[in-house]
């Protein structure tokens, strides 16, 4: 063992960790065990989360809030229990400040809409502006390129460095006084990049912005305290934190949630309803209209267990070293170039690289026919890969369950990937 490898020991029991995910042990390829890489993707899933979901199904299964009968309210205290457990976990003043989603993109996307459906001061018009930056994920473009056009907004954005941090030289001509949201990333999904969140809010605050934070890549991997990061919305989803598909997580400052309208009617919103007008319930049911997620919630609720019995600091420091080791062993494979931070300081557990004039596709296929599970494409980030001037890349991911080994493995795959190509 390197003495890099030696270093990594100790940080967390990733044997047993592993253990707990039954997928980890599955082999492809004629027996190949797998070596999953694509965890920033969709994180795999422990046998915790796995029962918790069997067990609501088999025992509890009902709808929530209204049922008087013993498994409807079985049902409805595992759901808001859900609710007390995210709010525990990312430090909520409030419970009444989670709201379930079905993903992190419609998280965004009810803050977009609340913005241009409401009243002053939030509103969003044609003499206002929004800002969001060129490393986003499409799912923080997309809703305010739609606000933008719908409204007359203008859309401004910080550009990207040529080692893959955000360009803030010009940061109080982009963020004005005209400024009405500022929605950014913590952690980059393409770059690794962990953004200078405290210097953009404290500009945005200076002019009175609102700041929307898409904490997708930074919820699974590190403590996510939104008192501390003051920001007025945090974002973020469940399948990535090792929880099931289907749910994601809006918070908000109560303040805003009473003022701000629904993004969607239906049952469960409302307190009243006539045929002539409606009057809504009090946040966070003011914002999930109809059968809501529930098996999907209480699976994050275990998920959220999981991660808070190992720790989300022994997480952090597992992945920070995993990462460090991660680029010092890439930047040996020939004509590799990392697309980011080419060092572990202020960067995710992703890394997105290019091999030579080696298609990231066809980098992707060799790979997994040794087992090696990787993303390949533009990660839903193509402003980025326009940035660099590439059509793609390559990105392996990493999660409390990688080993160094599995670093090894991807480097020997790369190095079969370069002589399968001569």
């Known amino acids: 063992m390197t003495d890099a490898r030696q270093g990594l020991t100790g940080l967390l029991d990733t044997e047993a960790i ?58 409805t205290a595992l759901y808001e229990g859900a609710r007390d457990k995210v709010a525990a976990f990312i430090n909520a003043p409030s419970r009444d400040e989670v709201i379930f989603t079905k993903n992190a993109s419609e998280s965004l996307n009810l803050v977009a809409n609340m913005l241009g459906w409401a009243d002053e001061p939030y509103r969003v018009d044609r003499d206002t502006e929004i800002v969001t ?82 904490a997708s890549q930074a919820a699974p991997h590190m403590v996510l305290d939104v008192q501390a990061l003051q920001a007025d919305f945090v974002a973020f989803t469940g399948h990535k ?56 919630a209480v699976g994050l609720g275990a998920a959220v267990d999981y991660l808070s019995s190992i720790g989300m600091e022994k997480i952090h420091a597992h992945e920070k070293a995993i990462t460090e080791y991660a680029v010092k062993r890439l930047l040996e494979v020939p004509d590799l170039r990392i697309i980011g931070p080419a060092t572990a300081e202020n960067r995710g557990a992703t890394i997105s690289f290019t ?52 670093v090894d493995a991807l480097v020997d795959g790369l190095e079969h990937v370069r002589n399968f190509f001569g």
Request: aromatic share 6%.
């Open 133 to 214: 930056t060129e490393m986003e994920h499409h799912s923080n473009i997309v809703p305010w390129q739609l606000l933008s056009q719908r409204t007359g907004a203008k859309l401004k954005w910080f550009g990207i460095t040529d080692d893959g941090r955000l360009d803030l030289s010009n940061l109080d001509e982009i963020i004005t006084e005209k400024t009405k949201i500022v929605s950014f990333t913590l952690v980059s999904n393409i770059l690794g990049t962990v953004n200078p969140v405290e210097q953009i809010i404290r500009r945005a605050q200076q002019v009175g912005a609102l700041v929307c934070i898409d």
């Open 18 to 75: 592993r253990k707990d995910f039954p997928l980890l042990d599955r082999t492809v390829h004629d027996g190949k065990k797998i070596v999953y890489l694509d965890s920033a993707a969709t994180s795999q899933k422990p046998r915790q989360v796995l029962d918790a979901l069997n067990t609501y199904y088999e025992r509890h299964n009902a709808n929530v809030h209204r049922g008087v009968y013993t498994i409807a309210e079985e049902a």
């Open 241 to 296: 934190m090792v929880g099931p598909t289907g749910i994601g997580v809006l918070w908000g400052r109560q303040e805003l949630l009473e003022d701000l309208p629904p993004f969607l009617g239906g049952g469960e919103m409302i307190e009243t309803v006539s045929m002539h007008s409606s009057t809504y319930a009090p946040a966070p049911h003011k914002f999930e209209a109809g059968t809501p997620p529930i098996a999907q």
């Open 355 to 406: 091999l030579g004039d080696i298609h990231p596709h066809d980098v992707g296929q060799v790979l997994d026919e040794l087992g090696i599970a990787v993303r390949v494409g533009h990660h839903c980030a193509r402003p980025v890969c326009l940035r660099y001037g590439i059509p793609a890349t390559t990105r392996a991911s990493f999660y409390l369950y990688s080993t160094p080994a599995e």
